[in-house]
């Protein structure tokens, strides 16, 4: 059986103490960090939660949910990512190996040329072998160019070159698939920093995002990944991919808490087809079983 979400714990919680006790807000301090958000957050959280429903008297369920709802809003946001057709825009795309970062970047490269853009997709892990081939074929079967070294060449200079050729377009946005060997931190660490410069330099002033990929199954690791690739070089937004599991991802919420960083898109399926962009409130209402 797969894991249960915060939402029906939340339900059966409400079934099991009818009556407001002290069990019941140690049960949901549990609920919340199975549910993927950290233990310091949840406490936090159901702290205040207790504090308000004792000066608002509040009992009733629809209260309670009302009143978690209120505390957790503030931690989930948003960001639209738009792209000026007329100049170059750089997203690079960070994450761990084995999160969908590489199916993340072609369905992106997807839905920015459906709208109309010059798009040219970077294969900047060029550690593997596989990485820059997975790549390749996404952008046949999309019909969409990228820009690809041999393996073992710099990362930057892949950047570099499908940056110049976006130039010659005339603009439009380079999608940058980027290595994520946790486990060789430091190198992976310089790495990332150089193809940073590199994107800097070549980005329009304010076309330069860095999005990383999230798995929302992944639970608390999320918030490490995110403290790593914050650290190296900074995160302007996050693609969520498995948004459809029942986790429903509560690590967006330790994430926005913790450092700040908003959610762009969710991935809910392997088709291209399968992205959309986020909505906190559809997110919130989910997450605490409203919907």
């Known amino acids: ?21 002290i069990d019941f807000f140690e049960e949901l301090t549990d609920a919340l960090i199975e549910g993927d958000i950290g233990a310091h957050t949840a ?11 004792k000066e608002q008297k509040n009992s009733s369920q629809e209260s309670i949910v009302n009143a978690l709802e209120s505390l957790l809003m503030p931690y989930i946001n948003k960001i639209d990512l738009n792209i000026q057709t ?13 999160v969908g970062k590489t199916t993340s970047t072609a369905k992106m490269a997807k839905l920015y040329s459906a709208r109309g853009a010059n798009v040219i997709m970077a294969a900047s892990d060029t550690f593997r072998a596989a990485a820059i081939d997975q ?8 019909g969409i160019r990228v820009v690809h070294h041999q393996m073992g060449s710099d990362p930057s200079s892949v950047v570099f070159d499908a940056c110049d050729a976006m130039r010659s377009l005339g603009g439009g946005l380079v999608l940058a698939d980027t290595a994520g060997r946790l486990h060789n931190k430091e190198n992976l660490v310089n790495e990332l920093k150089k193809i940073d410069r590199v994107a800097k330099s070549k980005a329009d002033e304010g076309c330069y995002k860095k999005i990383l ?10 918030l490490r990944q995110a403290e790593v690739f914050n650290e190296a070089v900074g995160i302007d937004a ?28 969710v ?20 997450f605490l079983g409203k919907s």
């Open 238 to 265: 996050m693609l969520v991919t498995k948004y459809d599991s029942t986790a429903k991802g509560g690590c967006i919420i330790s994430i926005g808490k913790d450092l700040g960083i908003p959610v762009s898109y």
């Open 135 to 142: 790549l390749c074929i996404h952008g046949e079967r999309l």
């Open 43 to 53: 406490v936090n959280i159901v702290d205040e939660l207790q504090k308000r429903c």
């Open 86 to 98: 007329d100049k170059v825009n750089i997203y690079m795309i960070l994450g761990v190996n084995g």
């Open 213 to 222: 990929v999230i798995d929302a199954t992944t639970g608390q690791n999320a």
């Open 267 to 286: 991935c809910t399926g392997e088709h291209y087809e399968d992205i959309m962009p986020f909505d906190p409130n559809m997110y919130i209402k989910e």
């Open 1 to 21: 059986m797969g894991k249960m979400s915060f939402a029906d714990k939340l339900k059966s919680l409400f079934g099991f103490h009818k009556n407001e006790n």
